[in-house]
Every structure is written in C-alpha cells, then in structure tokens.
C-alpha cells in the first residue's frame, strides 16, 4: 500500500530554516518523480520543487530557487525539502507527492508557519 506521511513542519521566525521529511512505504522514491506542493487558504496547490526518478534533474518554482533545495536518501527511501530564509509568504501546508503507477498521491500534508 502507498502510503506518505510529512513531518518538520512548525513555526519558524522569517528568515529562519526548516526541513521536511517525506517517508515513504510501498514503492521506492528512487524509481518515481516526487515533488513538493504547498496551499495557502483560498489559493491552488502551487509546485515547489519536483525531482524526477533516478537520473533525473530538479526543478524549482521561481519564488523558491536559491533559497529551497530537495533531496532524497534512498536507503531511507524518503523525500526531503530543505527550507532556508524562509519568508511569511512561505506559509502554507507542505505536501508531499508521488508519481505512482500513472497517478498522483498525496501525504496528509504539514503546517509551516513563517512569522515574528
């Protein structure tokens, strides 16, 4: 059974770092694109970065090129997003997705909160 679930969010003053954790059980992240989404209430799930399966480049959104890197330990089999001078504007729910089979799933999703 696939299955994501999404850890390290919380509050963080601007400026500040955080990682996300995605694990991952069903299938291994290496074989298959994953990517980052966030939401912000009122607004669209927006792609934050994607890293395509093994061999593969990475891509960001504008808005967080520079400033956002993900990652990926195989052996872990688990996804990561490193987020660093992180802005109010940042605040959102953090999905992780997974390219499975044809068809997109979805973690439950963690809070980041950015503010003073």
């Known amino acids: 059974q696939v299955q994501l679930v999404e850890s390290g969010g919380g509050l963080v003053q601007p400026g500040g770092s955080l990682k996300l954790s995605c694990a991952a059980s069903?299938?291994?992240?290496?074989?298959?694109?994953m990517s980052w989404y966030r939401q912000t209430p009122g607004k669209e799930r927006e792609l934050v970065a994607g890293?395509?399966?093994?061999?593969?480049?990475?891509n960001y959104a504008d808005a967080m090129k520079g400033r956002f890197t993900i990652s990926r330990d195989n052996a872990k089999n688990t996804l990561y997003l490193q987020m660093n001078s992180l802005k109010p504007e940042d605040t959102a729910v953090y999905y992780c997705?997974?390219?499975?089979?044809?068809?997109?799933?979805w973690g439950p999703g963690t809070q980041v909160t950015v503010s003073s």
């Open positions: 997705v997974a390219e499975v089979a044809g068809f997109p799933r």
């Open positions: 069903g299938f291994s992240v290496s074989y298959h694109n």
């Open positions: 890293m395509p399966a093994t061999g593969g480049r990475t």
